[in-house]
């Protein structure tokens, strides 16, 4: 999933991004120093909380967007985690979107990315 | 409530859609779109009663509404009128609009729309010119930068004066049209672009491919010939929504993105 995270970060744009699940626990991360895990667990804390309570008030809903400061925060629901990037406002949003879903398109079939997420998934039930 | 009429202004120009509901004596509402600018024309038995777009109301407000050459309609029958803000006379009114009309033939072999972008040429004028104090502050307006339109709505004067003073000063070899797109975003997707993008969505869409990319690029209110090198990705996404299998529209996807990231 890293490895995945930095291809991510190579876009113009993109200051960093990572994985968690529903109960903030990072599970892959590629972002700058200057965040350390506490920090990122309480971003991830948050945003948790915006996605579940969206969730119950939106169907399906997949991906969320939001202003933060001067960065954009791009969300999106895994099922069994969530992966957030950081970035500028001006970001290519598409290219972003397609890369994403390039990349999660192909931990769909990854063995070790879905144990990965399936053995943090089955821990919180 | 049923929309009776709907369109595009580059098939039908608003003056040719006043004039049949004028001949229709028709009563309602004519919403005009261009972009994110909105206007209004009211019609009482075919009469031109009231129109506002922005801050001008009115006769005004019509002219400038006349002069919006790109944009959709729709007429809404049977709505009143909330005021009546035009006392001249609708012929009075189609009169003075067919005659901007023909002026706008004119001006549209040198002003490509009322988008386009102008700069002080270098070469300036080769004879000596006078200005007018609004053919003045026009120019002064003129910066490689703002569109006829952006002109208009700083100067809070019609689009048509505008494009018409832009006109004069541009025959008189004191301006020139700048390429609207590079002074937006610095340049244009090129060939190579366009001519992979066929080729890949083809092979997944089959013969196809090409027309529905043809329609996307309409639907941006982009050309190709034109189309901005920064919505080069956005049309990517777009266009590979279209491919309902998603593993097949991840890998044209990763296809894509690596054309575009070069």
């Known amino acids: 999933m890293n490895q995945g995270l930095k291809e991510i970060n190579e876009l113009g744009g993109v200051w960093g991004s990572f994985v968690c699940n529903n109960q903030a626990k990072v599970l892959a991360s590629a972002l700058p120093p200057s965040l350390n895990k506490s920090n990122v667990e309480n971003i991830a804390r948050h945003l948790v909380e915006v996605i579940s309570t969206g969730g119950e008030t939106i169907q399906k809903l997949q991906e969320v967007v939001i202003y933060f400061q001067q960065r954009r925060l791009f969300i999106l629901d895994l099922q069994q985690a969530i992966l957030v990037v950081i970035c500028d406002p001006g970001v290519d949003v598409s290219l972003l979107r397609m890369t994403i879903n390039i990349l999660t398109t192909s931990w769909e079939s990854d063995a070790n990315v879905q144990k990965q997420l399936i053995m943090n998934y089955e821990e919180r039930l | ?262």
């Open chain 2, 1 to 262: 409530m049923v929309e009776v009429l709907k369109g595009n202004l580059a098939q039908l120009s608003l003056l040719d859609i006043i004039k049949m509901l004028n001949t229709g004596r028709r009563t309602g509402r004519l919403d005009i779109h261009q972009g994110s600018k909105t206007g209004e024309i009211y019609l009482q038995n075919g009469s031109l009663v009231h129109a506002v777009t922005g801050t001008q109301l009115g006769e005004a407000g019509v002219y400038t509404l006349l002069g919006w050459l790109e944009g959709e309609f729709s007429f809404t029958p049977d709505i009143e009128a909330p005021e009546h803000s035009i006392s001249q006379s609708t012929e009075q009114m189609l009169l003075e609009a067919s005659r901007q009309a023909d002026q706008w033939a004119d001006i549209k072999e040198i002003i490509s729309s009322t988008e386009a972008v102008f700069n002080i040429s270098p070469s300036g004028s080769t004879n000596t010119v006078s200005l007018k104090p609004i053919e003045w502050q026009v120019l002064a307006q003129v910066n490689g930068q703002q569109s006829i339109v952006d002109i208009a709505e700083t100067l809070e004067l019609h689009e048509f004066e505008v494009a018409k003073i832009i006109f004069s000063l541009t025959t008189a070899g004191l301006l020139h049209e700048v390429d609207h797109v590079h002074a937006m975003t610095g340049e244009r997707a090129d060939e190579a672009f366009f001519e992979q993008l066929s080729a890949l969505f083809t092979d997944v869409m089959g013969p196809l491919g090409p027309m529905i990319i043809e329609d996307e690029i309409k639907l941006m209110g982009e050309e190709e010939e034109t189309f901005p090198q920064n919505k080069a990705a956005e049309l990517v996404e777009r266009i590979s929504l279209e491919i309902s299998d998603s593993a097949k529209r991840a890998n044209f996807q990763k296809q894509m993105v690596a054309v575009l990231r070069g």
